[in-house]
């Protein structure tokens, strides 16, 4: 795996190449950034590393002429002066905070370069944020929508929060996998649009349409069947806390039939056997696509596993969780199913 590691000096730089040792999996060239760095240097990189130890503007700058014109995935050290929700914003898949030791980093990054080997990014779009429609009142059926997100996930959270309307009936559940602390920059970026409002989770707090709860730090995320949210401290799931298979068994069992479920792009298996736990129970469920994920890792565990009828970009699964919210019924079975996705 060729990985570029653009860093602010030529000290940093020879310190986050020592992180790898002696691994022969990743062929590293280091640059300090911008002096000896041009994009010409992707033409032969699988992924890349940047040490953002500012908020320089330069540093947003070249992730969004990475992503515009040769897009690569791009993990970020965030320094304390630079937020996580400007560099997910600008293109970065994955973010990690700069000032971890660096016996730190050489576990978590070694890992995270492995789980993106071989992904293709396509060229960044803006998405057009649609009209606010009239939505129908939902029926007196209680339903719920749930939605697991990790690596590239934050850009479509995004997308999605700019599409579904003010109104919008259901009240929405995410468990998003983000390190800690960078929350919530993250509920700030996504409430820009003003359309959803999106706040932390709160336990026994009671939901209510249109609003976007995201899973609070180092808390698994569930719901019970009156609506009230409960938190929840016990093991790691997929080496994750909050997990997406927490908030999916959860909504199964307090919400079964009424349950709209979608996961997106992320690393790693997290959601994929418990989003068809949502189906079995005659839920609607929805993966992303391959070619829209940054990473196909848990929407490719649920169509491997058949949890998923639909898979959709994310433009129409915004659109197809405005239908879901004003169907007489949530159908389990949906017109363009995953099957024909496998074959």
């Not at 040490?51 to 050290?77: G, W």
């Not at 492995?114 to 029926?139: D, M, N, T, Y």
């Not at 959803?196 to 209510?208: D, L, N």
């Not at 596993?305 to 969780?321: F, N, T, V, Y």
Request: proline share 6%; charged share 20%.
């Amino acid at each position: 795996m060729r990985v570029n590691i653009l860093a602010m000096n030529s000290a940093r730089a020879d310190a986050l190449n020592s992180v790898f040792g002696h691994a022969c999996e990743f062929k590293l060239r280091s640059f300090v950034f911008p002096r000896e760095f041009s994009l010409a240097e992707l033409e032969n990189c699988d992924l890349l590393l940047i040490d953002a130890e500012s908020s320089s503007q330069k540093i947003l700058s070249c992730i969004n002429r990475v992503m515009t014109l040769h897009p690569v995935p791009i993990v970020c050290l965030a320094g304390p002066g630079l937020s996580s929700d400007l560099l997910i914003k600008a293109g970065a898949v994955s973010v990690l905070p700069g000032e971890l030791p660096l016996s730190e980093l050489a576990d978590s990054l070694p890992r995270t370069f492995k789980s993106l080997e071989g992904v293709r990014l396509v060229k960044r779009r803006k998405s057009s944020a649609a009209e606010s429609a009239a939505v129908q009142a939902p029926h007196k059926q209680k339903r719920i929508v749930a939605i697991g997100s990790s690596t590239g996930g934050p850009q479509v959270v995004k997308q999605l929060v700019d599409i579904l309307p003010v109104d919008y009936p259901l009240p929405v559940l995410l468990a998003q996998h983000i390190s800690k602390g960078f929350l919530p920059n993250f509920v700030s970026w996504l409430g820009e649009s003003g359309r959803m409002k999106v706040k932390i989770a709160e336990s026994g707090e009671t939901v209510a349409a249109g609003t976007l709860y995201i899973a609070a730090d180092d808390y698994h995320m569930g719901i019970t069947p009156n609506g009230r949210i409960i938190f929840d401290d016990g093991p790691l799931e997929y080496l994750m806390r909050p997990s997406v298979a927490f908030l999916f068994r959860s909504v199964a069992a307090s919400y079964g039939s009424a349950a709209i479920a979608a996961l997106l792009t992320g690393m790693g298996r997290d959601g994929g056997k418990e989003l068809g736990l949502i189906k079995d129970s005659g839920g609607a469920t929805i993966a992303q696509t391959k070619e829209s994920s940054a990473v196909f890792g848990m929407p490719g565990e649920a169509l491997r596993l058949g949890s998923c009828q639909q898979l959709l970009a994310p433009d129409a699964i915004a659109e197809r969780l405005i239908e879901l919210a004003c169907a007489e019924e949530i159908p389990s079975v949906l017109k363009g199913t995953a099957e024909s996705a496998k074959r």
